[in-house]
């Protein structure tokens, strides 16, 4: 089955500071997701981005399909952002079962 | 939109009991999901409703498992026979039919298997 890998898998930043994360994943998808978990493990989806660029806040996403890759910026990070990034993909094989990295973990101090 | 409501929060049962979880999507939501989440991975794909149609289902869900959503619009995700490696947190989602339709999620069920 398909694979997403996403980098890095641990970060650590001090308030203010900007990052990327990155997803890979091995072949061609209907669509890609990103999602923040909360440390009270609750699931927020931040971006459905199956191609081009989107803006949200301080926070972007770009995605080429092509290239099977996906970037999530985040910039003026906050305590607040702390907490696991997840990449989430349909493959490109019919249905609609979303699959899920195995996160970044994201740590913001003040 | 009330978002998707799960129910328990937290479950602890026995080795061998079968445990109920139960589902309520958005309201105007036709596909529903089940994952399975344990500490330190990702959200792992269990099975998905379109309606009230079971339409694919993980190898992870054993024949010890079955999902239903018998009228399209709750769902319940039973257990039966309950052993240690079930703990986890068992997570439900919604969306649209559709391409472009977005995955929301409830706050889980915490399932302890002692």
């Known amino acids: 089955g398909i694979q997403v890998e996403q980098s890095p898998p641990d970060l650590i930043l001090q308030e203010g500071a900007n990052s990327t994360l990155r997803c890979n994943f091995s072949?061609?998808?209907?669509?890609l997701q990103w999602f923040h978990q909360n440390p009270w493990g609750q699931l927020i989806n931040l971006f459905y981005?199956?191609?081009g660029t989107k803006q949200n806040g301080r926070l972007s996403a770009t995605t080429v399909a092509t290239e099977r890759y996906s970037l999530l910026y985040i910039s003026s990070s906050q305590t607040t952002d702390s907490g696991v990034y997840f990449c989430?993909?349909?493959?490109?094989?019919?249905?609609?079962?979303?699959?899920f990295g195995a996160g970044t973990r994201l740590f913001v101090k003040a | 939109d009330t978002g998707v409501s799960q129910d328990p929060r937290h479950k602890i049962t026995k080795r061998g009991q079968n445990v109920t979880f139960r589902c309520d999507p958005i309201?105007?939501?036709?596909?529903l999901y089940w994952y399975r989440q344990t500490l330190g991975q990702g959200p792992e794909f269990l099975t998905y409703?379109?309606?009230?149609?079971?339409?694919?289902k993980s190898r992870l869900l054993s024949d010890r498992f079955s999902a239903e959503r018998p009228k399209g619009s709750f769902s319940t995700l039973e257990i039966q026979r309950t052993e240690q490696g079930d703990s986890a947190m068992y997570l439900c989602?919604?969306?649209?039919?559709?391409?472009?339709?977005?995955?929301?999620f409830g706050n889980g069920t915490r399932l302890t298997v002692t």
């Open positions: 072949d061609s998808v209907n669509n």
């Open positions: 989602a919604s969306s649209l039919a559709g391409q472009a339709s977005p995955l929301h």
């Open positions: 981005i199956p191609s």
């Open positions: 409703f379109q309606n009230e149609a079971q339409l694919e």
């Open positions: 309201s105007e939501h036709n596909r």
């Open positions: 989430a993909v349909d493959p490109n094989t019919g249905g609609f079962k979303t699959i």
